[in-house]
């Protein structure tokens, strides 16, 4: 029923815009710590991570291919909730430094903190139309998954009701945000032809009517 991403986050002041698959998987096997390996400021990374059965989590370790050498975090670097681990990426005394995750709609669409950031990975962004195409490293399918022997009649109705939430809620209005986008960026293309044809045409004309002019 739709796509969902797994996004690495960092402080919004933080100059690391993206990272490669491997420098993420190196930074939380404890092989890279400090920011100024990977073109930041010479600060040590702190490597926060859920707790072990949140869905994030699960997704991480996937992600690290389940690596017996991930780093065993700090009880202060692991989280329960995805909302306490954004808000302490944000945060300028505890998160300046550090590293976290989580899944995208949870980060750009529930928590909406500006002061933490999505950073690429091996230089794609993870935006809507990127993860869409799975060209961003760490997609997965959302299923609604019901056993073939159900004979709920509620089943289908509660289907229905799920996917008809999700085009209203979340798919719909991420259409019309794209249309009204583009028809912006068309609208604002246009303008600026106008205006550059009126301002030629007035450039153009002689300042004294039926004069010639020598310049």
Request: glycine share 8%; charged share 25%.
């Amino acid at each position: 029923i739709g796509k969902e991403a797994l996004v690495f986050v960092v402080n919004s002041k933080n100059p690391v815009s993206s990272l490669s698959s491997q420098q993420v998987k190196d930074i939380y096997t404890g092989k890279i710590t400090n920011w100024k390996e990977v073109g930041g400021k010479n600060k040590k990374i702190k490597a926060f991570q859920r707790s072990e059965s949140s869905g994030s989590q699960s997704a991480f370790l996937r992600f690290m291919d389940n690596d017996e050498n991930i780093i065993k975090p700090r009880t202060n670097l692991v989280f329960d909730g995805m909302g306490g681990m954004v808000n302490q990426v944000a945060s300028y005394n505890n998160g300046k430094d550090a590293i976290g995750y989580s899944f995208r709609f949870y980060v750009e669409d529930v928590i909406k903190n500006g002061k933490v950031k999505a950073i690429g990975l091996n230089g794609i962004q993870p935006t809507r139309e990127n993860i869409a195409n799975k060209t961003y490293p760490v997609v997965s399918t959302v299923y609604a998954v019901y056993s073939s022997k159900n004979d709920n009649p509620n089943t289908n109705d509660a289907l229905k009701a799920t996917i008809q939430d999700s085009y209203d809620r979340l798919i719909a209005p991420a259409i019309e945000r794209d249309i009204r986008n583009e028809l912006t960026e068309k609208a604002e293309d246009g303008a600026i032809a106008v205006f550059g044809k009126n301002l030629e045409q007035l450039l153009m004309q002689p300042p004294i009517a039926g004069k010639v002019v020598l310049g």
